[in-house]
């Protein structure tokens, strides 16, 4: 069994083990932030057998593992996300929007919220509209967020400089791989790679632009009166 699947495995197992296990430190006797420690790791062949575990408060798991107290159990995270992630397997935390997350883990692309993605770059790198302007029209056709909320500046920030678009996946901070499909194609790739070099600033950042309100339609793909959402999805 690979390492990746014995790390799947724990996890399913996770919660029988806890059972098991005594509910304190079995080092010190602590009984609060515990958690569970392969005495042989996984790496180095470990089994998930009760004989192979122990429990084990952060503090102490820490100085099993050689990290500093305070940052033992983030760290060990972290650390385990990476070296279990690779290109098209989700790492952790909230599933951007246009993708989600099959029970394997596996990233997979919502197509009708990957449609409205690249919309969103077309209306912003190749119309050149605002980020103002794209709430407004997306707010008008009633299309919701990731989460069924109103869409916000905040919200197009976190989607026009999230790299997974582009196929380029990064997990807290550290790069992993190119995705095989990802769901921006060349030409929209091409297109903000342009204009953001057209409009970088000296200081790095981009030239931002002052315009008045969009009236919904106007050169949004499919355009026409309120309340044509479908014709801007065709």
């Not at 707010?139 to 989607?159: D, F, Q, V």
């Not at 992993?176 to 342009?194: F, R, S, V």
Request: proline share 4%; hydrophobic share 30%; net charge positive.
């Amino acid at each position: 069994m690979s390492i990746e699947n014995t790390r799947e495995e724990f996890m399913r197992l996770r919660g029988q083990f806890l059972e098991q296990l005594p509910k304190s430190c079995q080092n010190c006797g602590r009984e609060d932030d515990l958690h569970i420690h392969h005495i042989v790791p996984l790496a180095l062949g470990g089994r998930n057998v009760l004989s192979n575990l122990a429990t084990l408060c952060g503090e102490c798991h820490g100085k099993v593992h050689g990290l500093k107290i305070r940052e033992s159990h983030g760290k060990a995270v972290k650390e385990g996300r990476i070296k279990a992630a690779r290109p098209g397997k989700w790492g952790a935390g909230k599933v951007p929007y246009g993708y989600d997350v099959d029970r394997f883990g596996e990233m997979v692309i919502n197509e009708e919220e990957a449609q409205i993605i690249r919309l969103m770059y077309k209306w912003r790198y190749i119309d050149n509209l605002t980020w103002p302007q794209i709430t407004e029209i997306l707010r008008e056709m009633a299309i919701p967020t990731k989460t069924n909320g109103e869409w916000s500046n905040a919200t197009l920030h976190r989607i026009f400089n999230n790299p997974l678009y582009r196929g380029e996946y990064y997990l807290q901070g550290e790069f992993i791989g190119y995705l095989d499909n990802p769901i921006l194609d060349k030409t929209l790739i091409d297109a903000e790679d342009e204009y953001k070099r057209k409009y970088t600033q000296p200081n790095g950042k981009l030239y931002v632009f002052r315009c008045k309100s969009l009236k919904f339609g106007h050169k949004a793909e499919g355009g026409g009166k309120r309340g044509m959402g479908e014709r801007a999805l065709a």
